[in-house]
């Protein structure tokens, strides 16, 4: 198999989409073929645990390398956004993430990034979101529709078409190369981490936007394969 060029390798993981996933996100793509996103904050929430390393690492052939593992390992929970303009704030929690969260995570960090990256007033910024059932629920709506939050419109099963899905594996990455031994060291190296981000790096995930939009224009609205 080797002599033909092919290679065994984990195949990509991606959502299964229906047939309607795939109608809706090519309406999306549709609706917003012109739109520059300059004016968006793409949000998200991930976990990262003590030992976020990469699953693959080079090697020379007979070499064996370790990771460590444990049964609990220490893990936060982390909702991250950005912009064009630059990275916001994060908030890092460790209960499961509910509707009454997502509030306070929407006073505490949505809002404050939002003044730093375009500055006051509401109607100068949409806020980006999946479909997760705690950001539709009615408690969040209420929060979004009482503080004037212009929401953008998102396909469901999508999350290579948010920007900040590249920034999870750079952060676990990097936060990997440390060795917090508590959920306050950990926490503290999150942060650290995500403050280091280059804020040209958000500027061009945004940017590219524009080519994820076209990729799901040409494939009919399917997976976008990068």
């Not at 991250?80 to 997502?102: R, V």
């Amino acid at each position: 198999m080797n002599e033909q060029g092919l290679y065994k390798l984990k195949p990509l993981l991606k959502p299964l989409l229906s047939d309607t996933h795939r109608h809706n996100q090519l309406k999306w793509a549709k609706a917003n073929r012109n739109n520059d996103f300059s004016n968006v904050i793409f949000t998200d929430e991930t976990t990262i645990t003590q030992f976020s390393k990469p699953k693959k690492v080079w090697r020379k052939k007979g070499e064996i390398i370790k990771a460590p593992t444990v049964k609990h390992s220490v893990k936060v929970h982390v909702y991250g956004c950005l912009s064009k303009k630059g990275f916001g704030n994060i908030y890092c929690f460790t209960n499961n993430l509910n509707a009454e969260i997502l509030c306070c995570i929407y006073k505490a960090t949505l809002l404050p990034s939002a003044i730093t990256l375009f500055g006051q007033g509401k109607h100068k910024w949409v806020l980006q979101e999946d479909n997760d059932p705690k950001h539709m629920s009615r408690k969040a709506h209420k929060w979004r529709a009482d503080n004037q939050i212009t929401h953008l419109p998102w396909p469901s099963q999508s999350p290579d078409l948010n920007p900040i899905e590249n920034i999870w594996t750079v952060l676990k990455a990097n936060v990997g190369n440390h060795k917090p031994t508590s959920v306050k060291e950990l926490i503290k190296v999150i942060k650290k981490e995500w403050k280091a981000l280059d804020p040209i790096y958000a500027e061009n995930l945004v940017t590219s936007m524009k080519n994820h939009v076209s990729l799901l224009l040409s494939n009919g609205g399917d997976h976008i394969l990068y």
